[in-house]
């Protein structure tokens, strides 16, 4: 029986190991042709591996939004840190209010 990840859309075997993606090809034929023969699949809930990874993409594309953000400022703190002068007070709200969004 295969399993499908509702998550993650992950092809499972009998045996509850992933298929790599270089076999998935051939997989999914062996899939279809074992489904023309009366074979039953089984959509199961997420792993906690599948869940762990999700949530590691989710920080990632949340740092990198971050990170668009905080770039078009970033010039008023390496000119402050270079000579000193000062970051307006707007900068310095509109960057915390920046940070605070995505903690």
């Known amino acids: 029986m295969y399993k499908i990840s509702k998550l993650t859309y992950k092809i499972y075997d009998s045996d509850f190991i992933e298929v790599p993606q270089d076999d998935r090809e051939q997989s999914f034929l062996d899939f279809l042709q074992w489904l023309n023969n009366g074979g039953i699949v089984e959509e199961i809930e997420a792993t906690s591996e599948e869940i762990a990874e999700q949530e590691l993409e989710q ?6 939004q971050q990170y668009e953000e905080l770039l078009p ?3 008023y703190v390496v ?3 270079e000579t000193g002068v000062e970051i307006p007070e707007e900068i310095l709200k ?7 969004k995505y903690k």
Do not use: C, V
Not at 59 to 64: D, S, T, V
Not at 94 to 100: H, S, V, Y
């Open 73 to 75: 400022t970033d010039w």
């Open 94 to 100: 509109q960057r915390q209010e920046i940070r605070d």
């Open 59 to 64: 920080q990632k594309l949340l740092k990198q």
């Open 79 to 81: 000119r402050f840190m």
